[in-house]
Nanobody, 127 residues
Framework: QVHVVESGGGLVQAGGSLRLSCTVS????????MGWFRQAPGKEREFVGG????????YYADSVKGRFTISKDNAKDTLYLLMDNLKSEDTAVYYC????????????????????WGLGTQVTVSS
């Protein structure tokens, strides 16, 4: 059984930084695409950014491009989301996800189909 667990959320002032972590257990880490999503109150869940199974082919939503960075450490089975220059509109529950199928891409993640979700971690940016 695949388990996805996020951590690192919290309260931060606008302009500050925060790093989220995501661990995946129950299967090999490095063979699957991974991504980050978020859902603000009253809004639909949206794609933040994703990485293909090779750890390359990373792309980001326009709203976070240049401020957020996705990386992973295969030795630790951990995906990261470094968020810099945070804005109040970044306030949301952030979800980590991994594809159900191997050898997938960031674009596959953006479709939000066939993926395993974590339970989310709250990020609140105060202005």
């Amino acid at each position: 059984q695949v388990h996805v667990v996020e951590s690192g959320g919290g309260l931060v002032q606008a302009g500050g930084s925060l790093r989220l972590s995501c661990t995946v257990s129950g299967r090999p880490f490095s063979t699957y695409a991974m991504g980050w999503f978020r859902q603000a109150p009253g809004k639909e869940r949206e794609f933040v950014g994703g990485m293909d199974w090779r750890g390359s082919g990373i792309y980001y939503a326009d709203s976070v491009k240049g401020r957020f960075t996705i990386s992973k450490d295969n030795a630790k089975d951990t995906l990261y989301l470094l968020m810099d220059n945070l804005k109040s509109e970044d306030t949301a529950v952030y979800y980590c996800a991994t594809s159900a199928a191997p050898f997938t891409t960031a674009q596959d993640m953006a479709s939000m189909k066939g993926i395993y979700w974590g339970l989310g971690t709250q990020v609140t940016v105060s202005s």
